[in-house]
Nanobody
Framework: QVQLVESGGGLVQPGGSLRLSCVAS????????MGWYRQVPGKQRELVAT????????NYVDSVKGRFTISRDNGKNTVYLQMNSLNPEDTAVYYC?????????WGQGTQVTVSS
């Protein structure tokens, strides 16, 4: 079982930045990929960014390309999401996830609100 704990959400003004962190614990051996989804009430969860643990290959949804950067620190079992040039459309609950042996684990989510 993989446990994931997110942190770093909050309220930020349009144009501002936030960095989300996700720490993995438990049975973390052979985690293949980690990433971030986000969800707005009434809408489906949207994949934001992913990164492979080995190799660090990244993937982003088009709406965040050039603004968000996903990275990982394998020594700390942590994945980060640096979010710049935030706009109100980025407001959502952000969830960390990890894929291991074909199964996904999820964190509890952290709220990001972009508002003036």
């Amino acid at each position: 079982q993989v446990q994931l704990v997110e942190s770093g959400g909050g309220l930020v003004q349009p144009g501002g930045s936030l960095r989300l962190s996700c720490v993995a614990s438990g049975s973390i051996f052979s985690i293949y990929k980690m990433g971030w989804y986000r969800q707005v009430p009434g809408k489906q969860r949207e994949l934001v960014a992913t990164i492979t643990v080995i190799g660090g290959n990244t993937n982003y949804v088009d709406s965040v390309k050039g603004r968000f950067t996903i990275s990982r620190d394998n020594g700390k079992n942590t994945v980060y999401l640096q979010m710049n040039s935030l706009n109100p459309e980025d407001t959502a609950v952000y969830y960390c996830y990890a894929v291991k042996d074909g199964r996904s684990s999820w964190g509890q989510g952290t709220q990001v609100t972009v508002s003036s």
